[in-house]
């Protein structure tokens, strides 16, 4: 869950005082899914540079 603090998406309290485990754990995994997205766009965008 240090991940969600650090990306600023929760603080520690939130974390331990509103969200249960299940909760903190899909926020972690949408976290993650928005990240390779962004990897897979800028990925994308070094192959079409490379390609030009």
Known sequence: M???IKAKIASK???EE???LDE???LYA???MDL???RGKDE???ER???S
């Open 44 to 46: 994308e965008l070094r």
């Open 36 to 38: 390779d997205i962004q």
């Open 18 to 20: 509103y969200y249960t």
């Open 2 to 4: 240090y991940i969600l």
């Open 24 to 26: 903190a754990l899909k």
């Open 13 to 15: 309290f939130e974390l």
């Open 49 to 51: 540079r490379k390609d």
């Open 30 to 32: 949408l976290y993650q």
